[in-house]
């Protein structure tokens, strides 16, 4: 069974509203979350780290005011979108490891699309 | 920063055959972890294989097994016995094994077919 749980799976929502994605693991406790970006027929861009009790890291290019991200347990992480506008829709996927020697367990992911 | 290189955009396969997916990498580290995920058109990521770089001897999941070749930075992905389901996009992903951040390195991806 699933042991990274995304929710929602798809949100369609107005340009200049805020969408908050969840990332949860299951059956275990997750200091560190990873956020990606995948754009349609391409890869998994990783979009920042979430660190449990501190700040996200960020990749490079990614504006850390638009993509807010709160790791406030050990086992939940959010993603919030902030002011969407359409280049922001997109396929938003988590994932989360036991400890860094342990493969990365994803979520099934979020499709949101920006009006 | 590593980086992981798929050069084959699309492959096909008839079912029952064998097909075989290119990944190359580059790194400076010595110890990682490789992966293979496969992802089908419900796009979860699914884990199909992974290898520890300090181990020698390939990793095997039943059909799926890989050939690791450290020194050419090579970690391509044996599929036998193809089925219909294992059409998918297939991803090589990279992995530290240093520090306690363990993000993935993702390769662009093999749109694998599979025909009768």
């Known amino acids: 069974g699933a042991v990274v749980s995304q929710h929602p799976s798809r949100v369609i929502c107005k340009s200049g509203t805020s969408v908050k994605i969840e990332c949860r693991s299951l059956?275990?406790?997750?200091?560190?979350m990873f956020w990606y970006r995948q754009f349609p027929k391409k890869s998994l861009m990783l979009m920042a780290t979430?660190?449990?009790?501190?700040?996200?890291?960020?990749e490079q290019g990614v504006e850390k005011d638009k993509f807010l991200i709160n790791h406030a347990s050990l086992t939940l992480s959010t993603l919030t979108v902030t002011s969407a506008h359409p280049e922001d829709s997109s396929f938003y996927i988590c994932?989360?490891?036991?400890?860094?020697?342990?493969?990365?367990?994803f979520g099934d992911g979020t499709r949101l699309s920006i009006l | 920063a590593q980086t992981v290189t798929q050069s084959q955009p699309e492959m096909s396969v008839q079912e029952a055959e064998t097909v075989t997916l290119s990944c190359t990498y580059d790194t400076s580290e010595s110890d990682y972890y490789l992966f293979w995920y496969k992802q089908p058109p419900s796009r979860q990521m699914i884990l199909v294989i992974r290898q520890e770089a300090y181990k020698q001897q390939n990793a095997t999941e039943n059909r799926f097994s890989v050939n690791f070749q450290k020194a050419a930075k090579s970690f391509s992905l044996k599929i036998s016995d193809s089925q219909l389901g294992d059409a998918a996009m297939y991803f090589c992903?990279?992995?530290?094994?240093?520090?306690?951040?363990?993000?993935?390195?993702f390769g662009t991806g093999t749109r694998l077919q599979v025909t009768l």
């Open positions: 994932s989360a490891n036991r400890d860094s020697n342990q493969p990365q367990h």
């Open positions: 059956d275990f406790q997750a200091t560190t």
């Open positions: 992903a990279y992995q530290s094994s240093t520090g306690t951040a363990s993000k993935l390195t």
């Open positions: 979430s660190n449990e009790g501190s700040k996200a890291t960020y």
